[in-house]
């Protein structure tokens, strides 16, 4: 799934949308022929929401004589088809949302599908996510404090916070995975990532169409109860348009501890070697440090992440990357939240053209008001910051967001 350069302009084919619902729907189609006799049930739950939306520097840009404050609303519809027996679940996820300012040039209509598989079996399991997006690049690549997030896995790390353009950009990311228990106390997880993004109606060297491919094997060893040491090795490969592909490999070690039943830390350090010219390659250390805690009233997730990662820059570089979502419900009624994503960037290949090292920081606090069981108010506010090393400037932006979510009866089929 590549690009195409036509008529000056990059045009991306719907291949990339095919591929997420063919895959859904003979996903589906094989979960209907589960026999009669397992237990099985059906749930379409959709969601509505209009958003105001307020963001006083909307591009993060440095210059005080550039007007780029905006305001305006946000309509967002979204359904969850999921589907759930004894030894699977599924869901698929299409939403669609419109974006409308009093500056037109922002305006955007942006569409989304996500889907996941996971199916158990006696000794092993399987597991396939993915997801398409069409969207703005100001949005797009402004790495965002998600709060919806609670798997540190599912954190991505390949925007650019490069959000000055009207362009658009298209990304397609399908991550298989299976794992295989060999015994009460081993296993073993082998993965797959690949992600193809293209970008359209670009000015300038701005942004670069890449694709991104990365396998794991690992193996899982139960020391104790509460205790499973981790090893794993990984190969990647990254292709942006224009250049040759630059492979990496390395491996991690680690593990995993269960402190309760609600509270887990994990650990793992390693190396990953990276080829910056086609003689020579450049070995950079990678870590991920993670907290997570689920209670009935508390959802906790903390992360500490050292990463290899690419994106539409055109070049792998170091990421040094803190997460922290944490959600409290207040009572019956009311919720809030905060979030951070901060992350330090440097290039692998000294001299690129296309790339410049990076501070950034996004805060985010989220209040949510649950008028009845079918209707809520919810606002957030997020403070963004961004310090580009070859501006010499930075620049920050406060945004407020106020939605009004309206949330049907589910539909359920059981059988």
Known sequence: MTSRLQNGRFTYSCVSLAICAATAIATAIAMLATPAAQAAEWRIEPLVRAGADYDDNAILTPRTDVDADISGYIIDLKAKFAYASETSKFFITP???TRDYDKPEYDADDQFLDFRLDHDTQSSTFAFRGNYSRESVRTAERSDADLDIE????????????????????LFRVSPSWSYRMSDASSIVAALAYTDTSYDE???NRYTDYSDARANLSY????????TAILTGFYRQYESDGSDPVDGFGFNA?????LSETMRIRALVGVENTETTPTETESNWVADFSLTR???????LAQYRRSISGGGA????????FNLNFVRRLNERASAGLGVRAYQTNALIKGNT?????????LRAQFTWKMTPRWSVETNYRYTFSDRSSLGESANSNQVTVWLNYRPTPIIRSR
């Open 314 to 321: 055109g070049s792998l570089n170091s990421r040094d990357q």
């Open 354 to 362: 296309n790339f410049d090292e990076r501070d950034y920081v996004q």
């Open 151 to 170: 798997d540190p896995d599912e954190i991505p790390d390949d925007d650019t916070a490069r959000v000055a353009s009207v362009a658009r950009r298209q």
């Open 95 to 97: 939403t669609l949302r």
């Open 220 to 227: 899982r060893r139960v020391w104790s109860p509460r205790n």
């Open 294 to 300: 689920r209670l009935q009233t508390i959802t906790m």
């Open 254 to 258: 680690g593990f995993e501890r269960t």
């Open 202 to 204: 670009v000015i300038g």
